[in-house]
């Protein structure tokens, strides 16, 4: 059974850090690009960062760039979103993405409160 888990989310402090996993199985990600989605209350979907299956490159919102880093180990069959510098605007459900041969993947999410 394809499943992705994320885990990490929790309330941090403004200026402070977390760090997000998605755990895949069922499938092997080396094959599939992997990305990290947020969706805020009353707003859309919203692509965070994304990381190839070919040679690793990135790409980041603009909002992000600078404070968070998306990687992964295939090893570990697992990837990851270090996020730093966190601010209240970063509140939101964090959505792990498996996208590759014709298919797309999505975990059930893990929530991210950043407030004092």
């Known amino acids: 059974q394809v499943q992705l888990v994320e885990s990490g989310g929790g309330l941090v402090q403004p200026g402070g850090s977390l760090r997000l996993s998605c755990a895949a199985s069922g499938f092997m990600i080396r094959s599939y690009a992997m990305s990290w989605y947020r969706q805020a209350p009353g707003k859309e979907r919203e692509l965070v960062a994304v990381?190839?299956?070919?040679?690793?490159?990135?790409m980041y919102a603009d909002s992000v760039k600078g404070r968070f880093t998306i990687s992964r180990d295939n090893a570990k069959n697992t990837a990851y979103l270090q996020m730093n510098s966190l601010k209240p605007e970063d509140t939101a459900v964090y959505y792990c993405n498996a996208e590759g041969w014709g298919v797309s993947y999505w975990g059930q999410g893990t929530q991210v409160t950043v407030s004092s």
């Open positions: 990381i190839r299956s070919a040679g690793g490159s990135t």
